[in-house]
């Protein structure tokens, strides 16, 4: 089955540490982005691909790092000098810009 | 100046009644509009895409674009309790080289039986 897997589901970070939320996709798609959701609030955008080896800060990039070293993979790396990472992460990807893009289903972050 | 807006809501509507919602943006360069369900902590699930002026239809849901007026809507007949979910609009911004999607804040929608 084709589709966007995000992973952990659930990740716990402690103050001062750095973690990784996974980003896979199988559907070809030339584009990929990170969202961050807070409760209540819309997607706000962080990084986005839209080609291998190539990426843009979105609105929120601070405190983020990504890379694209293969069309599949888009991990996302919250360091510790995102101040409140506590949120829900969404990936995403579409063909090009300006189709339909589709989610994963999302890491819930929480800082402990 | 925010580029999708939404009314927040909440919308609440009775079951098999028609439940409107709206969406303007900023960009008149947009050219691509979609529609996306998301239900309490789920990932948001694209329910409708428009390119063009005009109304398309997609079973119980029909999207309605004018790039005049700069608005987007989506129209949901018959509704359910299955609808209750929150509804965010998003619009690809052309005027960027980069061609991202801007999401407003969503629509929350209540159908109650």
């Known amino acids: 089955d084709g589709g966007i897997t995000q992973s952990p589901k659930y990740l716990f970070r402690k103050e001062g540490q750095n973690v990784t939320l996974s980003c896979e996709q199988n559907l070809n798609h030339d584009a990929m982005y990170w969202y961050r959701q807070d409760p209540g609030q819309g997607l706000r955008l962080i990084y986005y691909?839209?080609?291998?080896?190539?990426?843009q800060k979105g609105d929120i990039a601070e405190g983020y790092s990504v890379s694209r070293e293969k069309k599949e993979s888009f991990p996302l790396t919250v360091t510790s000098a995102q101040k409140n990472p506590t949120a829900f992460y969404l990936c995403a990807s579409n063909l090009r810009g300006n189709t339909e893009a589709f989610f994963g289903q999302g890491t819930r972050l929480t800082v402990v | 100046q925010k580029e999708v807006e939404q009314n927040s809501g909440p919308l609440s509507v009775p079951e098999g009644a028609i439940a409107s919602l709206n969406c303007t943006y900023s960009d008149r360069g947009s050219q691509s509009f979609f529609w996306y369900r998301q239900y309490s902590g789920k990932s948001p699930e694209l329910i409708m895409s428009i390119y063009s002026n005009g109304d398309k239809e997609d079973g119980r849901f029909t999207a309605q674009l004018n790039k005049a007026s700069q608005y987007v809507s989506l129209l949901i007949r018959d509704s359910q309790p299955s609808d209750s979910a929150t509804y965010l609009c998003a619009v690809n911004n052309r005027g960027s080289t980069l061609g991202r999607l801007y999401f407003g804040r969503g629509t929350q929608l209540t159908v109650w039986p």
């Open positions: 691909s839209q080609i291998v080896n190539d990426f």
